[in-house]
């Protein structure tokens, strides 16, 4: 199984701060990985797809970007509603894995 | 507007068996690749099972943690998606998500569900 690795697994940050989440994956997935959000009690959110399309109505302040093993998300300008963890997927082979998540707290 | 709608979650004894369900609306379930995720008690996300398109035959797949003991199907008339739980462990104890697909090979998961919570006893 391609197992993904993020780190950090969690970082402090203040609104309007620049943050970066990187992912590693431990072999090459070409561009195959997304971004997901998810805050407690709700449902995960795509943010990013395919390494650096960003979906229709994720903010723009989130982008990505990496292909092969190496992946990044950013936050150009944390806001309050992106206290959240964040994790990455790939579906470019069975089994689907995520990287263990990175908690973004104020 | 697309929805998914999952329920069917409880408390339920190690061994026994449990079906979740996901009704969907605003596109046809058939359509569409449907995946069930989960995510256990301060854990991360897991993959759990996905069912292909009709387009790609309605195949499926299985994370090796349930394969064998939980089947995912599609029922297009009533626009459900189910995960048929046999032989529950302790460890399946999970929020259980729903998601639309919208194509392989993008990660692109578009829609999810809210959850619905299963806990084994054991």
């Known amino acids: 199984a391609i197992q993904m690795t993020q780190s950090p697994s969690s970082l402090s940050a203040s609104v309007g701060d620049r943050v970066t989440i990187t992912c590693r994956a431990s072999?090459?997935?070409?561009?195959?990985l997304g971004w997901y959000q998810h805050r407690p009690g709700k449902a995960p959110k795509l943010l990013i797809y395919?390494?650096?399309s960003l979906e229709s109505g994720a903010p723009a302040r989130f982008s990505g970007s990496g292909s092969g093993t190496y992946f990044t998300l950013t936050i150009s300008s944390v806001q309050p509603e992106d206290f959240a963890t964040y994790y990455c997927?790939?579906?470019?082979?069975?089994?689907?894995?995520f990287g263990q998540g990175t908690k973004v707290e104020l | 507007e697309v929805q998914l709608v999952e329920s069917g979650g409880g408390l339920v004894q190690a061994g026994r068996s449990l079906r979740l369900s996901c009704t969907v609306s605003?596109?046809?379930?058939?359509?569409?690749?449907l995946t069930w995720f989960r995510q256990a008690p301060g854990k991360g996300l897991e993959w759990v099972a996905f069912?292909?398109?009709?387009?790609?035959?309605?195949?499926?797949e299985y994370a090796a943690s349930v394969a064998g003991r939980f089947t995912i199907s599609r029922d297009e008339p009533k626009s459900i998606v189910y995960l048929q739980m046999n032989s529950l462990r302790s460890e399946d104890t999970a929020m259980y998500y729903c998601?639309?697909?919208?194509?392989?090979?993008?990660?692109?998961?578009?829609?999810w569900g809210q959850g619905t919570l299963v806990t084994v006893s054991s």
């Open positions: 069912i292909r398109s009709r387009a790609y035959g309605g195949t499926t």
């Open positions: 997927l790939q579906d470019y082979t069975y089994p689907w894995t």
């Open positions: 998601s639309r697909l919208y194509q392989q090979w993008l990660a692109r998961f578009d829609y």
């Open positions: 072999q090459d997935i070409r561009n195959v």
């Open positions: 395919s390494a650096s």
């Open positions: 605003g596109f046809t379930v058939g359509a569409y690749g």
